[in-house]
């Protein structure tokens, strides 16, 4: 009964742990087709570059031994005709290669008991090649994508070789008789070297960042809360999504909400974005206090801030100043600006306080009135490149006077005009300007996302994106971005 309860409560525990994420990436077999075409490409340029190491043998000819050594290999053509790519469920991904074929060309030397030493080039033809790989796909202790080689199959149907050079009768019969060797050693190093390449690409993977700085206040955390989830489909990856102030690693004081993508497969990518990524936005962005703002005479660039300005809004203010003096702003959310994402908009409120200064001779501030104020505004989503771009409009504006030196209570609904027309004019281009280097959503080098659409919903929104690569002539052919 004990070993039951026990059971029991490890399976409620590890139920717990499952922690929900606050954004989800899919790949759809659209969007694995077009990663297998350009691997490819990249595979070819790769290919040519390649350098192999010399290796030497011995054939023996009635009573003579030749000893001899290739030298120099390199790979001058490649072809890959056929090539596929399909989600293995539960495991990864599988990639095949059919019909490829390669020309590699070598320098040859040989000796033999009583003969002279002869040396020449060498061409291998390779046809008929066939490779298929499972590639697994995992999360690993740190919360970054982990590959390793499951299971690797080659087979060449031809290996012809011609050796140029050196005495005609010697290389006659040795190109015969070295076909062989050169069909066992490149059948056999082909999983060994595929096996290298997928363990380089997991090691760049453990130094991806999963922790990117957006801005002088805020980063945001990329790694993965669970192993990628494996359909035929499709594949899942869930990302933790939260933002943290700068140097504040704490959690919100909230959990994210389960949330599902479409069982869509039109696009190469959908991007879900949960409100729990939203709110641990705003949230960060408030403790980091970028939602305090002062506006100046210098910042407010839009309209001319005095207290002449006044003289349409509030006349007590402007006729106490005979000379229109310079006026200072002081703007600070109280309480972390709140979310609402429906169906068709989402909102952010931001509630706050404001203190209105004027700037006398020798800059000392004299108060002139402070207040509360709730600021709802419009939400705009937009993308660019590969960044979410966060824009603000103010829709909707309530201000109720703390103290007045001047006493216009009265004309509370001049003072909120006044507020409104300076949030629209300066606070809010202020705050845009802050939000507008953007959330990224990918972190793929010479990568763009074409016709990204979005979609709200109650509680998260949908990107569905195609992606489109180009490479700078001559740049690096690594595709994760190191900014």
């Known amino acids: 009964m004990l070993k039951a309860w026990y059971s029991f409560l490890l399976c409620w525990l590890s139920l717990q ?68 790519a399909s989600f293995i469920p539960g495991t990864g991904i599988s990639l095949s290669v059919a019909h490829a074929s390669a020309t590699i060309s070598a320098d040859w030397k040989m000796n ?24 697994k796909v995992s999360r690993d202790s740190t919360g970054r994508l982990s590959m390793l080689l499951h299971n690797c199959q080659t087979s060449i149907n031809s290996v012809k070789v011609k050796l140029s050079g050196g005495s005609s009768w010697i290389y006659s019969f040795l190109s015969g008789s070295i076909e062989k060797p050169v069909h066992t050693k490149l059948n056999k190093n082909l999983c060994l070297n595929i ?17 990117s700085q957006i801005d ?7 790694s993965l809360v669970s192993s990628p989830a494996v359909f035929k489909s499709h594949m899942n990856l869930d990302l933790k999504g939260t933002v943290y102030p700068l140097g504040n690693h704490t959690d919100p004081p909230f959990v994210p909400a389960p949330f599902a993508l479409p069982n869509k497969d039109d696009s190469m990518l959908y991007l879900g974005i949960s409100s729990y990524f939203l709110k641990s936005a705003s ?14 005479k210098e910042l407010a660039t839009t309209f001319n801030l005095n207290t002449a300005l ?29 979310i609402s994402l429906n169906a068709d908009r989402c909102i952010l409120q931001i509630t706050g306080c404001v203190e209105v200064f004027a700037v006398l001779p020798y800059s000392t501030t004299q108060y002139i009135f402070a207040g509360n104020l709730t600021a709802s505004t419009r939400v705009y989503l937009t993308i660019t490149k590969q960044k979410l771009i966060i ?61 990204p659409v979005i979609k709200m919903n109650p509680g998260h929104l949908v990107i569905a994106t195609d992606v489109d690569y180009k490479r700078k002539e001559g740049g690096d052919e690594d595709l994760h971005s190191h900014s």
């Not at 033999?112 to 590639?135: C, M, N, P």
């Open 17 to 84: 742990l499952e922690a929900n994420p606050g954004l989800k990436v899919r790949i759809t077999q659209k969007g694995l087709d077009y990663g297998r075409r350009i691997g490819m490409e990249l595979l070819k340029q790769e290919v040519l570059k390649e350098t192999f190491p010399s290796w030497s043998g011995q054939e023996s000819f009635s009573i003579v031994k030749v000893n001899y050594v290739i030298s120099r290999l390199r790979i001058n053509a490649v072809d890959f005709p056929e090539s596929s």
């Open 391 to 451: 824009s603000l409009l103010l829709k909707r504006l309530q201000f109720s006077l703390l103290h007045s030196i001047l006493g216009f209570s009265e004309q509370m609904s001049l003072a909120e005009n006044f507020l409104s027309y300076a949030l629209q004019s300066a606070v809010i281009p202020e705050i845009n300007d802050k939000l507008g280097k953007g959330f990224p959503l990918l972190n793929l080098a010479h990568t763009t996302l074409t016709g």
């Open 283 to 296: 949230l960060a962005y408030y403790k980091a206090g970028a939602f305090n703002i002062t506006m100046s």
């Open 216 to 222: 002088a206040f805020v980063q945001i955390d990329y």
């Open 112 to 135: 033999a008991w009583l003969l002279s030493k002869d040396q020449g080039g060498i061409t291998v033809s390779v046809s008929g090649l066939f490779i298929a790989v499972i590639i």
């Open 310 to 338: 006044f003289k349409d809004f509030v006349p007590e203010i402007a006729l106490s100043y005979l000379t229109a003096c310079p006026m200072l702003l002081k703007l600070m959310a109280t309480s972390p600006p709140v």
């Open 195 to 211: 096996k290298y390449k997928i363990q380089m690409m997991d090691a760049h993977l453990r130094k991806h960042k999963v922790l």
